[in-house]
Structures are given as C-alpha cells and as structure tokens.
C-alpha cells in the first residue's frame, strides 16, 4: 500500500544561516569604523569681480588688495596704489609673524574689506598656498592678558601672477 501523502508531510529543512550572520557580525563594524576616515573638507573661493572697471569710474576708490605668491616673495599690492610691502621668504624659512602685522594693519586702516585675491606662480606648491590662505583669512592677536582671533580678508580669489616683466611694463614694482 502506497502512502499518498507522505511528501506532502515532511517538513522543509530549516537554512543554516550561522556563517552568514558571523560576517555580518565582523562587516559592520569594519564599514562603521573606516566610514569616519573619509572626510572631506571645502573652502569657499570667489572668482574676481568683474565689476571691477565700474569701480574704477565712480569717484571712490576702494582697496582691491592682491597678495602674489612668488619663489622668493610675497607681494602685497594694491591694484590702485601697486606695490605696498614686498616680503622676502625661501622654502624653509618664511616670517609669518612680520607678515600676519601687516595684514592687521591694513585692516585696521580698511575695517569693512573682507577680499583679498591670491595670484600664485605655477611652481607654488598646495602646502604654501593652504598655509598663505589661512594667515589671510584670520590672524591671533595678544589684547590685555588674552589671545583674540580676528577675522582679516575672508573672501579669497585666486588667480595667476604675472610675470615680473609684466609688472615692470606696467609701472608698478616701486618699494
């Protein structure tokens, strides 16, 4: 006598996930730990104004500051008045605390300009110019028994520098 039902009545066998769940259990604190590694941070550039000739045609003259980044110097110009300090450096050794007064100067004497624009050789390296923009942007300052962090040309532009030819033919360089 055949049992007609009998296959019907077995039951299905259970899956064994216990190899599954065990790389699951490794896998997710391996993605969580090295997802923290991968930050990415952005800093905000502006391209030059290009209202810059109607600037020059109203009677007011303002501050457009530039900041060129040479091999052997800084060059902090004015593109109205040309040349205002000329700041000897080599790879090694740079004075950034001479440099970091005369940004404060100049914005005491110009409080509400918040733009600088960076012209840099093609040979200037990614470490300089992250360095140069961050003396620009903000400078530590000693007040009555403190150290005050102030803020100095936050809008940066960045650009090419001329050559040094250029600037001859131009007029500017005078110190």
């Known amino acids: 006598m055949k049992k007609r039902g009998y296959k019907q009545l077995q039951e299905a066998e259970e899956l064994n996930i216990t190899a599954f769940l065990n790389l699951m259990v490794i896998l997710v604190p391996f993605l ?3 997802a923290v590694f991968s930050r990415m941070s952005v800093l905000e550039l502006n391209l030059p104004a290009l209202d810059a000739k109607e600037q020059k045609s109203s009677g007011k003259i303002q501050l457009q500051l530039e900041l060129v980044l040479r091999k052997e110097s800084f060059d902090i110009q ?3 008045l040309g040349l ?3 700041f000897a450096r080599t790879q090694e050794n740079t004075r950034w605390d001479l440099f970091t007064d005369l940004l ?3 914005k005491t004497r110009f409080p509400s300009e918040k ?3 960076l012209l840099l050789e093609p040979s200037t390296d990614y470490k ?3 360095k140069v923009m961050d003396r620009v942007r903000s400078a530590e300052v ?3 028994f403190s150290v005050e962090t102030i803020e100095l040309f936050p809008n940066i ?3 090419d520098a001329p050559t040094e030819t250029s600037i001859s033919e131009r007029g500017g360089g005078q110190q």
């Open 84 to 86: 205002i300090k000329k």
């Open 78 to 80: 004015d593109v109205n």
């Open 142 to 144: 000693v007040s009555a």
């Open 128 to 130: 300089t110019m992250i």
């Open 115 to 117: 733009n600088i624009t």
């Open 157 to 159: 532009s960045i650009g």
């Open 32 to 34: 969580l730990i090295t």
């Open 104 to 106: 404060v100067e100049i």
